[in-house]
């Protein structure tokens, strides 16, 4: 019997319908900026799939668009311009940025009220603590379809693949949070598919093509694929392949997030969900906040 197959695409418009839902009920349209500096082909079409969203969903968007040499002190003058506007809930800064640049100096320059992307310090810090609003969006959308498929994951074990800051270790904070086992791999873990046939759920985010094969897989386990890689399609194009060796997968599995369709639209949508969030929660620290949504 074949897996089920997740659905990130019906999952997402779910998120994306609530979140329209209550930024109309704001007095004024939450407020997204996009920082993007280069020209990687990839970054701009999540960019523009990004703005799309956010546009359908009744937000007030931005792009600001760098030249590949604009150094880093340009990239921290527009981050600074946008931490001092009020009309602007949300900060993205979308990554890689360009060499020399340093990412960490970066995310740090971003208000953790306005850090929508979930990666300032300070946001990570609230997120181990089980305290934190702003979760990375990876992490976040890759919990909504795990509870898609197990409501309750106390008693489980999980294991993630790869420990980046932006996907790995939180998807193991909000694992660990939901009572969940969790062991967390990287590129130094030895015999990691011997670990991953002991898990109920695996979540891999390495950027590897089909490193997960069918005989890691425990019967019935749920496996989410983060990967995205763009490979040779054949026919002088390229498509997108994830970590797992989807067709030997599918045979083993209990349920499955497909490539492209399963992480990706949720990663989107949680965007959305945080800057929703963020100018709610802004408002209601400041003098004549807004009402809480119901």
């Known amino acids: 019997m074949l897996a089920e197959i997740i659905d990130g695409r019906a999952q997402a418009r779910l998120v994306l319908e609530q979140v329209a839902a209550g930024a109309s009920k704001l007095p004024r349209p939450p407020g997204l900026a996009v920082i993007i500096a280069g020209d990687d082909p990839a970054s701009h079409v999540y960019v523009r799939s990004k703005v799309r969203r956010a546009t359908e969903v009744g937000f007030h968007t931005e792009k600001i668009q760098l030249p590949e040499d604009c150094g880093e002190a340009r990239i921290l003058e527009e981050v600074a311009k946008l931490n001092a506007r ?96 969790v062991t967390l791999c990287h590129i130094h873990t030895r015999d990691t598919q011997f670990v991953c046939r002991g898990a109920d759920i695996i979540v891999s985010a390495v950027g590897k093509p089909g490193l997960v094969r069918g005989d890691w897989i425990k019967p019935r386990a749920v496996v989410i694929d983060v990967g995205t890689t763009r490979v040779p399609d054949g026919k002088g194009g390229f498509k997108l392949k994830g970590d797992v060796e989807f067709d030997e997968a599918v045979k083993v599995a209990g349920a499955i997030t497909p490539v492209p369709g399963g992480v990706g639209p949720m990663t989107i949508a949680c965007l959305m969900e945080n800057t929703l969030t963020a100018a709610i929660a802004r408002r209601e620290r400041a003098e004549g906040a807004w009402p809480v949504l119901s």
């Open 86 to 181: 009020d009309e602007i809930d949300g900060i993205l800064v979308q990554l890689p940025l360009p060499k020399g640049v340093n990412t960490l100096r970066v995310m740090a320059a971003v208000d953790p009220a306005k850090d929508v992307d979930g990666l300032h310090a300070l946001n990570a810090g609230m997120l181990t603590q089980g305290s934190g609003e702003l979760i990375p969006c990876t992490p976040s959308g890759c919990m909504k379809l795990i509870k898609s498929v197990i409501p309750d994951l106390t008693g489980t074990h999980s294991v993630v693949i790869g420990a980046s800051n932006i996907v790995g270790k939180p998807m193991a904070a909000l694992l660990l949070a939901e009572h969940s086992t």
